[in-house]
């Protein structure tokens, strides 16, 4: 059998455990052990690790240790944000019916967790489009609002064509909009996939409640958190201990949140502006190239309000499916879209939002460089990409 390089380039899919993450993990699968909330030594070792560990993350996100909540992901994150301030809202104010705005390009984490809410009647959801190039416009957003308006959930980065939402402008505006009336609207944000690239201080976006989770920074599944904004109370989805004020009980997962703090931790020391000028160098050099050697190719999504990371494109006339089959029989990884959705034979629905027939959009690729990727991946992907849009388009009958 003829090796053949690998070349991994899914990283918004989930990204490897950087070493240094998992080094300072593994003494909590060996001799720290012990449960956090036990008032033995072996406890109280594992409760310092989590309180440094959520002192790292909230300087990180420069907040308070106490509004650091953590979470098994960015999923359950905001499952517990929306349903969480739905519940809470609902049982504070009985017989009122919320209403919810969400952008339409939204992780299905967040618009599977409306439209729950919605179809047992327990919230109205509006939708909020985007433009042609997935930005979302807030004077879109101003205009969804109503009387009963008391959450907008607007994902940072989008996970599959890498546009950067206008969240500090929607912050501002929504606490501008606030000040008017007698029903706030609390903000959320997953900003799963913009913590390597964005900037996240909470008070510089005006976020109430922001998601992340810890697989896509380098570190462990498994493990997230939630920024839960001080004096904004939240239902539980779990009962059970009381663990984290009752809001997300459960044994904390100390080594779990080890590597997320330890992760977010590198990004904090590395200098993000530097890496992120790279990976942007290696992403233009990789579109600038595939746009010259295929034709019939399009970019999706903004160029300048864009992850650096981020590539997606649509070549026309191929399966995204199959052309992501033949890339990993070469040794590349990349995607058809989100991973979460990849057992889906419908098309993307962020493609979908952007006006892209369902035709077009079955030969969308997302490629998604990371901290670890080099020139020399970008060249060999180009290359075994080219031969693999030709060999499709052989055998197309479009």
Not at 28 to 43: K, T, V
Not at 172 to 188: E, G, S, V, W
Request: hydrophobic share 40%; aromatic share 6%; net charge positive.
């Amino acid at each position: 059998m003829v090796s053949v390089k690998k070349v991994y380039l899914d990283n918004a899919a989930t990204t490897p455990v950087d070493s240094r993450v998992l080094k300072a993990m593994l003494p909590y699968f060996e001799n720290n052990f012990g449960n956090a909330s036990s008032l033995h030594q072996f406890g109280l070792d594992a409760r310092v690790a989590v309180d440094r560990a959520q002192k790292k993350i909230a300087d990180f996100f420069a907040c308070s240790k106490a509004e650091i909540y953590f979470t098994s992901g960015a999923t359950e994150s905001n499952n517990l944000a929306i349903w969480g301030l739905i519940q809470r809202l609902r049982l504070d104010q009985p017989g009122f019916q919320p209403h919810l705005i969400v952008s339409s390009i939204e992780h299905d984490a967040v618009l599977e967790s409306v439209r729950a809410l919605a179809a047992r009647g327990l919230a109205e959801v509006s939708y909020v489009p985007v433009t042609a190039r997935g930005v979302v416009k807030v004077e879109k957003l101003v205009a969804a609002v109503k009387a009963n308006t008391v959450l907008v959930s607007v994902m940072y980065v989008n996970n599959e064509i890498g546009t950067i939402q206008p969240i500090e402008k929607i912050g501002a505006t929504i606490a501008k909009l606030n000040r008017k009336r007698p029903q706030k609207i609390y903000f959320h944000t997953d900003a799963t996939q913009a913590l390597n690239y964005c900037d996240c201080r909470v008070s510089h976006l005006g976020v109430d409640l922001l998601s992340f989770s810890g697989h896509k920074i380098y570190g462990p599944k498994g493990i997230g958190g939630l920024y839960l904004k001080s004096g904004v109370v939240l239902e539980p989805l779990f009962f059970g201990g009381h663990q984290q004020n009752n809001i997300r009980p459960g044994t904390y997962n100390v080594s779990g949140i080890v590597g997320l703090a330890t992760a977010i931790d590198l990004i904090g020391a590395s200098n993000r502006q530097r890496e992120n000028q790279r990976i942007e160098k290696l992403r233009d050099r990789l579109i600038a190239t595939v746009q010259r050697e295929i034709s019939g190719v399009v970019l999706n999504g903004d160029l300048v309000k864009r992850s650096p990371n981020n590539a997606n494109f649509v070549f026309r006339g191929v399966e995204g499916e199959s052309l992501v089959l033949l890339l990993s029989e070469r040794g590349i990884a990349v995607s058809t879209g989100s991973a979460c959705s990849s057992g889906s034979l419908e098309p993307s629905h962020v493609l979908a939002a952007l006006g892209l027939a369902p035709e077009l959009a079955h030969g969308s690729l997302r490629v998604s460089l990371g901290r670890f990727n080099r020139q020399t991946d970008i060249d060999y992907f180009v290359t075994e990409l080219t031969r693999a849009v030709k060999r499709l388009r052989k055998m197309s009958p479009l």
